[in-house]
């Protein structure tokens, strides 16, 4: 479900950024976008990754995980101290690729490894917690 908003976002800024005007529209999209982003993964990484961290290391996506998150925070840094609007765009739309292919590979591959390998009242319990976390009411 989350993704599909990020995904909408990423969509918009794709058409977005390359028609910003000043570096300063470059930064405030970006900044939502790390907003966004920064959110996502604190949650993803306290209620999924962790418990998934030896299984995704033995099949060397934990590495690929990390690598990502990595360049998408390196990249919105270099955004934030950009002095250039052309820089910025192009940084901006490396990050929104990066975010794209991690968002691909946690729903082809990660949500399939939690769906094979944790027991449902324990994926349904992180339902209920991200819910919680998120402001989200549930229906009994």
């Given at each position: 479900?989350e993704?599909?908003?990020?995904y909408?976002?990423?969509?918009?800024?794709?058409?977005?950024?390359p028609?910003?005007r000043?570096?300063?529209?470059?930064?405030?999209m970006?900044?939502?976008?790390?907003s966004?982003?920064?959110?996502?993964a604190?949650?993803?990484?306290?209620?999924?990754?962790?418990?998934?961290?030896?299984?995704?290391?033995?099949?060397?996506?934990?590495e690929?995980?990390?690598s990502?998150h990595?360049?998408?925070?390196?990249g919105?840094?270099?955004?934030?101290?950009?002095?250039?609007?052309?820089?910025?765009?192009?940084?901006?739309?490396?990050v929104?690729?990066i975010?794209?292919?991690e968002?691909?590979?946690e729903?082809?591959?990660?949500?399939?490894?939690?769906?094979?390998?944790?027991?449902?009242?324990?994926?349904?319990?992180?339902?209920?917690?991200?819910?919680?976390?998120?402001g989200?009411p549930l229906?009994?």
């Open positions: 479900v993704h599909a908003v990020l909408a976002q990423l969509d918009h800024l794709e058409k977005a950024v028609a910003a000043t570096l300063g529209e470059v930064q405030a970006s900044a939502l976008l790390e966004a982003l920064t959110s996502h604190e949650l993803e990484d306290v209620l999924l990754l962790d418990g998934l961290d030896p299984g995704l290391a033995q099949m060397g996506k934990l690929k995980v990390h990502d990595d360049a998408i925070c390196g919105l840094a270099k955004i934030r101290a950009c002095r250039k609007r052309a820089e910025a765009q192009r940084l901006l739309l490396a929104v690729h975010a794209r292919k968002f691909d590979l729903d082809r591959v990660i949500f399939k490894i939690a769906e094979e390998t944790m027991h449902s009242d324990t994926l349904e319990q992180l339902g209920k917690t991200w819910a919680r976390k998120r989200v229906r009994s």
